[in-house]
């Protein structure tokens, strides 16, 4: 089955231990993404990859980190969390070159930073 | 600033009424725009999309309008369905970047 993949689905942590949110597709797509949702504000990207080795900032990059070492992987990354970081995250993953495409979605992983 | 809006954080229907969603624009390089639902735990899914070259598409129950020169959107689901009950948020692209602005959502409950 086609999907995207992420882990852990929720997560509780304390401000400043690092952390790692995985994210894994199945598509063969190049084009990954992570995205917040927060209530009222939508989904903001927080980073994107157009391809291997290729990352990019998205609107709200700020405290967060990603690599892109292999074309189905794209972790997330919060090296010191704090609290203003507790939201749902959602990782996503497209084909790009085709013009405009519709993203899919993972499941989300809801963090809780304290 | 956002530059996709949905002004309606909810709306109640009646199973068989249409429901309307609606979303603004500002940035006017934008010229895709898409309509994903989400179910609580879960990811957004893909519903429906439009070009800026379209004033409108349909598929089945959905049909999304636009209106370039007021730089509005809107979904219509006809007849609505409790299944329809979910967010809905609504998205725009610019071709260049193929980067995604999503609004704030629409929460929709259609009762029986």
């Known amino acids: 089955e086609a999907q995207v993949t992420q882990n852990p689905r929720y997560l509780i942590t304390v401000t400043g231990k690092k952390l ?4 894994s597709q199945n598509m063969n797509h190049e084009y990954m993404s992570w995205y917040r949702q927060d209530p009222g504000l939508g989904l903001r990207q927080i980073y994107y990859s157009m391809n ?6 998205g609107d709200v990059p700020e405290g967060y980190k990603v690599s892109r070492k292999e074309k189905r992987n794209f972790p997330l990354i919060l090296e010191s969390p704090s609290p203003n970081q507790t939201s749902l995250y959602f990782c996503a993953s497209k084909l ?8 899919h ?6 963090l809780t930073v304290t | 600033d956002q530059q996709v809006k949905q002004n309606s954080p909810s709306l109640s229907v009646q199973e068989g009424r249409i429901s309307i969603l609606n979303c603004d624009y500002t940035n006017s390089m934008f010229d895709y725009f898409l ?6 735990a879960e990811g957004p899914t893909f519903l429906i999309s439009i070009s800026s070259i379209k004033d409108k598409n349909e598929d089945g129950r959905f049909t999304v309008f636009l209106n370039k020169s007021a730089k509005h959107l809107s979904l219509h689901i006809v007849p609505s369905q409790p299944g329809d009950s979910a967010v809905y948020f609504c998205a725009a692209s610019a071709r260049v970047g193929n980067m995604l602005t999503f609004g704030g959502g629409t929460r929709l409950m259609v009762k029986p």
């Open chain 1, 20 to 23: 790692t949110v995985t994210c």
């Open chain 1, 52 to 57: 291997v080795e290729v990352t990019d900032k």
């Open chain 1, 96 to 103: 790009p070159g085709q013009g405009p495409s519709p993203l």
């Open chain 1, 105 to 110: 979605f993972g499941n989300g992983t809801r």
């Open chain 2, 35 to 40: 309509w994903y639902k989400k179910y609580p």
